[in-house]
């Protein structure tokens, strides 16, 4: 597990709300996320995590409550340089080949020449997607694209990585290698957000984060909350504690 200090804070939320007409999708959520941290957002679909991903990256804008990103409120421009974001749904130019699509999102990285060449070959090797780099992007399978959005989050080395749902549709032996360079990039100082329904993968999380109707009803190393609830897993923990929630609002 990364140790950090309680002071380095890379993302901090105090009582984010949001709501879509009358539905409210974050009720008062608060969270501090440490830098070199690989924290994980675990909840049913629904439950806000994407919303609030959004938010952290400046993406959508809370209706109520305060996000910092790094020390900055967000959203800011300029903070596009130091995090790398990858959405649940790919953002890709169909039409354009993988590396048209590599180069064109690294330079608006800030990436120029030798740099870009190096980090484009390099990225696209980690997600396996090398051969492919000439192909359009329309040719590439849904599991492809997902790899080509995760190799260009990548591109520019951000200090905070944000992932949303980041292995849908990726093979089990390209998911494990992924997981083992996401703890490489944790323990090299990168903090990553990654927001997951596997349960093998929240166990893998330095903390986690159990969201559910846009609430918070833990945050805690995946050992914490096992020690907590008694629960022999994490999926047996989060409907624990999920039960005791509704419990305390119907008392």
């Not at 952290?56 to 109520?64: E, K, Q």
């Not at 790919?90 to 999102?105: I, K, S, V």
């Not at 990585?161 to 032996?173: C, F, M, N, Q």
């Not at 945050?219 to 909350?225: E, F, N």
Request: with cysteine; charged share 20%.
């Amino acid at each position: 597990m990364t140790i950090v200090s309680q002071h380095s804070t890379a993302v901090a939320l105090k009582n984010v709300t949001r709501a879509f007409g009358h539905r409210t999708v974050l009720d008062r959520a608060s969270l501090t996320i440490h830098r070199g941290e690989l924290f994980g957002l675990l909840g049913p679909s629904g439950s806000g995590k994407t919303t609030l991903i959004k938010i952290m990256a400046g993406i959508d804008r809370a209706d109520a409550g305060e996000v910092h990103m790094l020390g900055v409120p967000m959203p800011k421009l300029e903070m596009l340089h130091r995090f790398g974001y990858m959405a649940q749904s790919d953002a890709l130019y169909m039409e354009l080949t993988g590396r048209q699509n590599m180069a064109f999102f690294g330079k608006l990285y800030g990436l120029r020449r030798s740099a870009l060449n190096r980090r484009i070959e390099e990225t696209a090797a980690l997600v396996d997607l090398a051969e492919h780099l000439g192909n359009p992007v329309a040719a590439y399978s849904g599991g492809m694209k997902r790899r080509l959005s995760l190799a260009i989050a990548l591109l520019h080395e951000p200090e905070i990585l944000v992932l949303d749902e980041p292995t849908v549709g990726i093979d089990p032996v390209l998911r494990q290698s992924i997981w083992q360079e996401l703890h490489v990039l944790s323990r090299n100082g990168t903090t990553i957000i990654v927001t997951t329904h596997v349960m093998d993968e929240a166990e893998q999380c330095d903390r986690l984060g159990l969201i559910r109707e846009g609430r918070f009803i833990a945050t805690d190393t995946p050992a914490g909350i096992l020690q907590h609830t008694g629960a022999a897993s994490i999926e047996e923990a989060f409907i624990t504690l999920s039960q005791r929630t509704e419990g305390g609002a119907r008392a």
